[in-house]
């Protein structure tokens, strides 16, 4: 079975600054990867997905991801940090891309003015 | 593109009581999903539906728990004799499949509050 495991619940970082959010996926076969963000009572909205077509993966709001079969990881940057940034990060696992999303514990980010 | 849309967006139910909620998918989005998020976890998967066929359903969904999506386009979510357990944000999230991939678009949940 697949799985994603979230290192730190909680990142903080200051304006301005690098954002690194860390995810690393457990799965037997290649995966599907995605990165959802979650503002306060709110559902998720898309950031970005691995399917396979490259490795480094350009979401929306400046995000990227670069998967690393050999490191299992599907971190995900920012160069610059924005206060509105601030919210919660889920990285998803899926086998075959048409399957339910398994879903890590989340990071939450904090942007320090 | 209106996008995922749910009701109600809070509900607040006595422990015994019956609740029932309501997704609208994205127009012509053929597979509609169920997750559960409790606090300070990612959502968990429920079940899904391609069209009106309920395709899988997880371990988590108990026999009080049932979903419908009788004509293939909104679905409802019902939990009979609610348990303080059960309290979470319930989200609902659709997607077009066609070929071998997908994208899931979530709507904004309806946060379930059992006293």
């Known amino acids: 079975a697949q799985s994603v495991t979230q290192l730190g619940s909680h990142v903080s970082v200051s304006e301005g600054a690098l954002v690194l959010l860390r995810c690393n996926y457990s799965?037997?076969?290649?995966?599907?990867l995605f990165w959802y963000v979650q503002y306060p009572n709110q559902g998720l909205q898309l950031l970005l997905k691995?399917?396979?077509?490259?490795?480094l993966v350009k979401g929306i709001n400046g995000f990227e991801a670069e998967f690393k079969k050999s490191e299992t990881s599907f971190h995900l940057t920012k160069p610059s940090a924005h206060m509105s940034d601030a919210a919660e990060y889920f990285c998803?696992?899926?086998?075959?891309?048409?399957?339910?999303?398994?879903f890590g514990k989340g990071t939450r980010l904090s942007v320090i003015a | 593109d209106t996008g995922v849309s749910q009701n109600p967006r809070h509900k607040i139910t006595k422990r015994g009581q019956n609740v029932t909620f309501r997704c609208d998918p994205i127009?012509?989005?053929?597979?509609l999903y169920w997750y559960r998020q409790t606090l300070g976890q990612g959502p968990e998967f429920l079940t899904y539906?391609?069209?009106?066929?309920?395709?899988?359903k997880s371990r988590l969904l108990s026999d009080r728990f049932s979903a419908e999506r009788p004509k293939g386009s909104f679905s409802t979510l019902e939990i009979q004799r609610t348990e303080q357990g059960d309290s979470a944000m319930y989200l609902c999230?659709?997607?077009?499949?066609?070929?071998?991939?997908?994208?899931?678009?979530f709507g904004p949940g309806t946060r379930l509050l059992v006293l």
């Open positions: 999230a659709s997607s077009h499949l066609a070929g071998a991939q997908e994208t899931q678009y």
């Open positions: 799965s037997s076969v290649p995966p599907y």
């Open positions: 691995y399917t396979s077509a490259a490795t």
């Open positions: 998803a696992v899926t086998l075959s891309g048409n399957t339910p999303l398994v």
């Open positions: 127009s012509e989005h053929n597979r």
């Open positions: 539906f391609q069209n009106e066929a309920q395709l899988e």
